[in-house]
C-alpha cells in the first residue's frame, strides 16, 4: 500500500469546511489492486472533503473513459462513464469499515488513505454490460452477433423436452388442452 501514499488525505491540520482534492488515474492505478480489466484509461477523480468535528464527509466524483473489450464482438472500445460515491468518516476506539456508508478510525488518526474508495466508486461506475457504440447504432455487426442475436436457448430446450415426452402424459396433456377449447 505504500505506492498508494500519494492518495493520503491528512485531515487533522484542515480546517472545518470544505476541501476539494484532485486526482487523474491510468492503468498503474489498477495494477495495485490486481484488475487488468482495463487496456488503458483515462479518469479524473474530484474529492470534496467536508470537515466538521465530530466527522469528515467526503463525496468522490470520477469521470473517464476504459478500454474495455466489447461483450458481444470481443473489440476494444472507449467506455465513457461518470459516477459518485459519498461516504462518512466518524472517530472510534477501532477502525471498522463493516458498512459502505460508513468507515469508523481510531481517535489519533491524522490521515485517511482514499485509494480503496477511489477505486470502488471507478468500478461501480462502469457499466457491467459493455457494448461497443457502433453495434448499438447498427454502423457495424459483429462476426459472432449473428449467432448471439438469433440463437434462443429456451425454444431448443422446449423442443427437446417435447420430444422426450412420455406417450401417456402426452395423451393427458391432450385432454387438457381439449378442454380449454
Not at 18 to 26: A, G, P
Not at 131 to 156: E, F, Q, W
Amino acid at each position: 500500500m505504500n505506492t498508494l501514499k500519494s492518495y493520503d488525505i491528512k485531515f487533522s491540520g484542515l480546517k472545518n469546511g470544505t476541501h476539494l482534492y484532485k486526482f487523474h488515474l491510468d492503468r498503474r492505478f489498477f495494477e495495485h489492486f490486481d484488475n487488468d480489466d482495463f487496456e488503458q484509461c483515462d479518469i479524473d477523480i474530484t474529492i470534496e472533503l467536508n470537515k466538521s468535528e465530530r466527522l469528515l464527509e467526503f463525496s468522490i466524483h470520477n469521470k473517464g473513459t476504459v478500454q474495455v473489450p466489447c461483450d458481444i464482438s470481443g473489440e476494444l472500445f472507449d467506455q465513457k462513464f461518470e459516477g459518485e460515491l459519498e461516504f462518512i468518516i466518524k472517530f472510534g476506539n477501532t477502525y471498522n469499515d463493516d458498512r459502505d456508508d460508513l468507515i469508523l478510525i481510531p481517535y489519533n488518526s491524522h490521515l485517511f488513505n482514499i485509494a480503496q474508495q477511489i477505486y470502488e466508486s471507478v468500478i461501480l461506475s462502469i457499466p457491467a454490460k459493455r457494448i461497443h457504440p457502433d453495434i448499438l447504432s447498427g454502423k457495424k455487426i459483429a462476426d459472432n452477433a449473428k449467432y448471439i442475436v438469433n440463437y434462443d436457448r429456451s425454444s431448443s430446450i422446449t423442443k427437446q423436452a417435447e420430444k422426450k415426452i412420455d406417450p401417456r402424459w402426452a395423451a393427458l396433456k391432450k385432454i387438457l388442452t381439449d378442454k380449454k377449447q
